[in-house]
């Protein structure tokens, strides 16, 4: 049974018209039944393009896409009725409620009585949605949208189910509980293609298929490919400052990949290189086990260095004390408490992270202390500036950085550099010479004149950033910021950040993904409406320690929390 | 200052940088500006119309002759019964039947009254009101013709000596075009404004600006003087059609035009910030500039006098920034309007615009800190 | 056909919860019918015009007839130039002057703002036939004979221009729903991803189609009737022609109105290019290019051409017609024939957009 195929691609190349590069070139792939396929690759890799080409609703300009033993050229009925599909945004008709939905998918898929009833009986018991089967899809959390969509997706069980990123915009536990989710299918011989941007989410899934700009550059087991960085993985850890530490090592020439993880910091050592040294005092080196993101990192011929040119010429902001402070923020609509009592205060030259569930108060929070939003309550201070009474001038304190780099689209990068230095009141000389910087640091140069919204993923980043820093702000505001982009890319950002944070600028960052959580001194963990932990990510971990979980990651104790603070609320 | 400047800057590029936004800009009001001062014409030419003559004499020859010479009739359609001219016009073949009876001619002679009937389509009694003040001009003409003909004495000339001021050939398109230029104007200042601020916040660049330095007065300044351009530009290509293409004479003074215009488009561009704000998505702000546009455009005394209007429908008028600048357009391109009396119609026009532009300051302020 | 009424209940209840669905199908509609049922008349009531009036016998005789008449409102002035003023601002369309020591039959002179042709035309026919009148009933001045002209306007006798202005604007909300909302929801399916949920599933395209097609038919054809109750009960225009005609009617222009919409949503990115793209080539046609308010033949040939594949331009005609006149099949037919054929190729060419747009 499992050795027969579900899907088989071969030679598929997917050109569209006006695009120079394939964004499909000669893919040659299987799609087995009962496991999970994971489909890896940053944005505008050529994922969707090939979830896509296995629905039979596109065709490749080149070779030949097989679906179920069927060609997805012809009649695609025989393929529709035994495919699950949720596409990017779940497919989900916002305006109808949980049951409109199921019915209606119900409805087209042909579900009749009496297997239906128990179909959505099943599936709601499944995806615990039971209880808001009467609330509108568009009114759902991101983690609940997720799973109506897997439940429409699964209504009459498929043999081969596709679902574009189902982890964007999903916190840690709806992503585990969907994990446990397709677990099940699988072990029911389901074949599940999973796409993500996220090598974390990939190297769980039974085999990957790892997309560059359109090619398949890694087949196989995650295992496979983890491998090949075996032996060659360290924590460095008694560090006094990990941040230069690892851009210390960085530098080096043997040192292919480093990331920070809580107190410690994670070597990948070039292939036939020494372990690393001790280079301080009271430094601890320990071999860990590889992780998949380390040996793709490798592949790719390793990370960034750990130089960043923009830290580099950046004011030096002295001077020690509280730079971004909540205290008691407090926002209601009507009866609703998204956020309540919120106090902490981030000192100058600290990585703050705010972390929590979907709809749990984290943007909320975000948004209070940088102005967007007015609290009902307490005050927001940047600088010592009140953000509701001296809006203006402790705005100008602060650089920002939203999700999905919110920058003018249509304008060029020379044009949007100019734009963010008028703004921010930048003049004469100094805008001069600032912007020269910033082109010269981030490599802009033959980029000048090219709209921002067809600039490579990584200059994207790379202006938004520029953008967000041109004025030297004392305070940095970063909303999910490497969402959607490749390890390099994320790497270089963070060069940066923790560059700046060693001149003394102070970083608010909101994310899910845990590996960016790391890399803060500490973080908030935000749950309805409240602040139930504070401490750095290493505290935290230690919190939820348990006897099944006696070295929890960073994601387990985000989960572990959460859920002891369920079960506190409902003892009381 | 600079700060104002980087935005207008930042403004003007975003409509203009990609060539799509310069057509949209520039293609569809030239278009409809053509189309509209071709098309928006209550005039009526080319119809048909049906005769039943049973006359068949020399005169009603005549009257056969002089409509088919007329511009406004393309076609003469004879009709052959009574029966006949129920489905001619139920079916819309011809606008009207003009129906001569046996005598015609000879009652024309004799200087006795002569009868005719005109049967007309009521479905469209504007075009057709119009063909009966036709027809009645041609057959007192006739009139007149035969009894000179006869020797009979002349009837007295028309009692009325008519001057039309301003227009003397009455010329549609001199109505038409200048009044136009009021509304398309208006039409592209309600969207590029609406637009420009329900697109950075679909973008999520909105925010972006709201965590700047910024005050809410800086954005709204960065915001409106776009638009103010963008309408002035529109106003200045408008013009010129007008008067070098259309040949529509320009009377008044251009000072006066141009600073009724800046009052105008300040009017029009207060609303669609009043839209803008109200509205979460681009397709909410084009959906609100339609709700605003499509009454303000009706309601103008464009299509209609506002004098035709019930009394409280008038005093709702007032609030309508078209209605106010249509008088200015027309009076300074065709009659030479004085400054008081243009001050008369900018003065409404300055109250708007400042109701507006603070209901969208104040709408502004309160989403910010 | 299960799958056909699961697509047709989850439109309806779309429709219900969106609130620009509502705004389009439920609060335009209205807003149009009152603004042509009261705003716009064609039928001058009170026609301001300015009078020049000299001390005599004569000319206070004259000036009561005029003073009297139902069109037009007097305003009285001893000198033109009192009034040339309010000529310029607009406030009058017109001065009668009457000359000094007038007497019945002497020229009168009439100045109009020409600056609004068709009040100035209407202001001229008003005062002659006044004048004309006023002359003929003068003692001692016998009506010389002539042409009398017995006009007869038929379907509206009263010449009430909101009789054809309301069925018209009943053609501009179906077109507006036809091609605006059908274009917006479509097109917002497109962009949240669930058209393409819709296609991975076993419907199939016809189906999807269809559950699309019939219930905005259905709403059209709903809308037209709460207008027509409108139109008839609030507005007093007859309803003269049948049911069925007027359904069919309706019907047939809503083949080719939503098949524009489909076009408009499988070739727009976003439903901001789509509300623009149906506004523009849906609702102005229909206004201008349709023989709503301007006669088409009155129009230069070019644009008489546009007008052969506007859908409105059939559709106007036959809707004045089953209101004021009754019903005339002959003519029916053939602008139902003109509507459906256009309807096939918008069909058509939607279906091909369509496609496209997957690929």
């Given amino acids: 049974m499992a050795s027969e195929p579900l899907v088989r691609l071969t030679g598929v190349t997917m050109r569209f018209a006006g695009g120079r590069a394939p964004a499909l070139d000669g893919i040659e792939a299987e799609i087995l039944g009962g496991r999970i396929t994971g489909l890896a690759g940053p944005d505008g890799a050529g994922k969707t393009t090939l979830i896509r080409l296995m629905t039979g609703l596109v065709q490749p300009s080149a070779g030949r896409v097989e679906v179920l033993g069927h060609p997805a050229d012809g009649s695609l009925t025989p393929i529709h009725r035994s495919i699950g599909y949720m596409p990017q945004r779940f497919g989900l008709y916002e305006d109808l409620t949980v049951s409109e939905n199921l019915e209606l998918y119900a409805d087209l898929r042909g579900l009749l009585e009496p297997e239906r009833g128990r179909s959505f009986d099943r599936l709601l018991a499944f995806t615990d949605l039971a209880r808001f089967r009467r609330r509108l899809a568009g009114n759902l959390s991101g983690g609940m949208k997720q799973k109506l969509g897997l439940a429409c997706a699964l209504l009459k069980t498929p043999r081969l189910l596709l679902l574009d990123e189902p982890g964007v915009g999903v916190d840690p536990i709806s992503r585990r509980e969907l994990w446990r989710m397709v677990g099940d299918l699988t072990g029911q011989g389901i074949g599940v293609v999973w796409s993500t941007a996220y090598l974390e989410e990939a190297e769980r899934c039974d085999t990957v298929l790892v997309l560059d700009q359109g090619r398949l550059v890694y087949g196989g087991a995650p295992e496979g490919l983890t491998r090949r960085a075996a032996g060659r993985t360290y924590h460095l850890t008694g560090l006094g400052d990990r941040r230069s530490a690892l851009a210390r090592q960085l530098d080096r020439p043997e040192v292919v990949d480093g990331v920070i993880q809580g107190s410690a910091v994670r070597l990948v050592m070039r292939e036939g290189a020494a372990a690393p040294e001790t280079t301080e005092a009271g430094m601890v080196i320990e071999p860990v086990p590889p992780r998949f993101e380390d040996a793709y990192v490798d592949m790719l011929g390793g990370g960034p260095g750990g130089r960043s040119a923009l830290a580099e010429g950046f004011r030096a902001i002295d001077g020690d004390g509280t730079v971004i402070e909540a205290e008691g923020l407090t926002k209601r609509y009507g009866d609703f408490t998204a956020a309540g009592e919120i106090s902490f205060a981030i000192r100058r030259g600290e990585i703050f992270g705010l972390l929590g569930p979907n709809g749990a108060g984290k943007s909320t929070t975000f948004k209070m202390l940088c102005g967007l939003t007015r609290p009902t309550a307490g005050t927001a201070r940047v600088a010592g500036l009140d953000l509701a009474r001296d809006g203006p001038r402790a705005r100008a304190r602060i650089g920002y950085m939203a999700q999905k780099f919110s920058l003018y689209r249509d304008l060029t990068v020379a044009q949007n550099l100019a734009f963010f230095a008028g703004v921010y009141g930048l003049s004469g000389k100094r805008r001069r010479s600032q912007t020269e910087r910033m082109v010269e640091i981030f490599d802009f140069g033959p980029h000048l004149k090219v709209a921002a919204k067809d600039l490579p993923l990584g200059f994207k980043q790379r202006l938004a950033l520029a953008c967000a820093v041109m004025h030297e702000p004392e305070a940095l505001f970063l909303d999910e910021p490497t969402s959607g982009v490749d390890p390099i890319t994320r790497r270089e950002f963070w060069t940066h950040i923790n560059g700046l944070v060693r001149r003394g600028v102070t970083i608010l960052v909101t994310t899910h993904f845990m590996d960016e959580a790391e890399y803060c001194d500490r973080v908030a963990l935000i749950y309805r409406g409240r602040e139930i932990a504070t401490g750095t990510p290493d505290d935290l971990k230690t919190r939820a320690r348990s006897a099944e979980t006696p070295d929890p990651t960073l994601e387990e104790a985000f989960i572990g929390l959460i859920e002891a603070s369920d079960a506190e609320r409902q003892a009381a | ?369 | 056909m299960r799958r056909f009424l699961a697509l047709t209940r989850k439109e309806a209840l779309q429709v219900g919860r969106d609130p620009s669905s509502i705004l389009i199908a439920f609060v335009l509609p209205l807003i149009l019918l009152f603004l042509f049922g009261y705003g716009v008349s064609l039928d001058a009531t009170s026609i301001r015009v300015g009078l020049v009036l000299p001390s005599s016998e004569d000319a206070d005789d004259l000036a009561a007839a005029l003073t009297a008449s139902d069109g037009i409102v007097v305003v009285t002035a001893r000198d033109r130039r009192q009034l040339t003023g309010a000529l310029v601002a607009g406030d009058i369309r017109g001065i009668v002057v009457i000359p000094e020591n007038f007497r019945a039959g002497d020229p009168i002179q009439v100045l109009t703002d020409g600056s609004e042709p068709n009040t100035a035309r209407f202001v001229e026919n008003y005062v002659r036939g006044i004048v004309q009148g006023w002359n003929a009933s003068t003692p001692g001045r016998p009506s010389p004979p002539g042409i009398v002209i017995e006009a007869r306007y038929w379907f509206n006798p009263g010449l009430e221009s909101r009789h054809f202005l309301v069925p018209g604007s009943i053609a501009l909300v179906m077109a507006l729903i036809g091609t605006l909302l059908t274009a917006l929801v479509v097109s917002r399916e497109w962009e949240r991803g669930t058209m393409e949920a819709m296609l991975a599933t076993p419907v199939s395209p016809v189906e999807l189609l269809l559950g699309k097609f019939v219930p905005y038919l259905l709403l059209g054809l709903g809308s037209m009737a709460i207008c027509t109750m409108l139109a008839v009960w609030l507005f007093g225009v007859p309803l003269r022609g049948s049911i069925l005609a007027l359904v069919a009617i309706s019907a047939a222009f809503l083949v080719p109105a939503l098949g524009q919409g489909l076009i408009i949503s499988a070739l727009s990115k976003n439903q901001f290019v789509a509300s623009q793209l149906a506004l523009l080539s849906g609702f102005l046609p229909a206004t201008l290019l349709s023989g709503f308010i301007f006669e088409i033949d009155s129009m230069p040939e070019v644009i008489q051409w546009i007008t052969f594949v506007v859908p409105a331009r059939y559709l106007i005609p036959s809707l004045q017609t089953v209101f004021l006149a009754g019903d005339i099949w002959p003519l029916f037919l053939g602008d139902i024939a003109a509507m459906l054929a256009i309807g096939a190729v918008f069909m058509g060419l939607a279906a091909n957009a369509t496609r496209k747009r997957l690929a």
Avoid: C
Wanted: aromatic residues 8%; neutral net charge.
């Fill in chain 2, 1 to 369: 200052m600079g700060r104002i400047l980087a935005l207008v800057i930042k403004e003007l590029l975003a409509l203009l940088r990609d060539p799509k936004g310069r057509m949209v800009l520039i293609g569809p009001p030239i278009l409809q500006l053509f189309v509209f001062s071709y098309a928006a014409t209550l005039e009526v030419s080319n119809v048909r119309i049906g005769v039943l003559d049973r006359d068949d004499g020399l005169w009603s020859a005549e009257l056969l002759q002089r409509l088919d010479a007329s511009d406004t009739f393309a076609e003469i359609v004879p009709v052959d019964g009574v029966q006949a001219i129920d489905r001619l016009i139920d079916q819309r073949q011809v606008i009207a039947v003009l129906h001569l009876g046996p005598a015609f001619s000879r009652d024309l002679m004799a200087g006795t009254d002569a009868t005719v009937q005109l049967l007309l389509d009521g479905r469209r009694s504007n075009a057709a009101q119009i063909v009966e003040g036709y027809v009645r001009r041609l057959l007192s003409d006739l009139n007149r013709d035969a009894r000179a003909r006869a020797g009979l004495p002349a009837i007295p000339e028309d009692p009325l000596v008519v001057r039309h001021w301003f227009n003397p050939t009455l010329e549609y398109q001199w109505f038409t075009v200048p009044s136009l230029l009021a509304m398309l104007t208006m039409l592209m200042g309600l969207i590029v404004t609406s637009l420009s601020v329900a697109r950075e916040r679909e973008l999520g660049t909105f925010d972006q600006l709201l965590v700047s330095p910024l005050t809410p007065a800086q954005i709204l300044a960065g915001k409106s003087l776009p638009p103010l351009l963008v309408g002035l530009f529109h106003g200045t290509v408008f013009l010129l059609a007008a008067i070098f293409f259309f040949g529509v004479p320009f009377t008044g003074s251009l000072a006066l035009l141009y600073g009724s215009l800046v009052v105008y488009l300040a009017a029009v561009i207060g609303i669609g910030l009043f839209i803008s704000s109200l509205s979460a998505t681009q397709q909410q702000a084009i959906l609100g500039s339609f709700l605003f546009a499509a009454p303000a455009v009706l309601l103008s005394g464009f299509a209609t006098p506002v004098e035709n209007m019930p009394e409280w429908l008038q005093t709702a008028t007032l609030i309508n920034p078209l209605r106010h600048f249509l008088v200015i357009v027309k009076g300074l391109f065709l009659k030479d309007m004085p400054l008081e009396t243009v001050a008369a119609s900018a003065l409404p026009l300055a109250l708007i615009a400042i109701v507006t532009l603070g209901t969208a300051a104040w709408l502004f302020r309160r989403r910010m800190g």
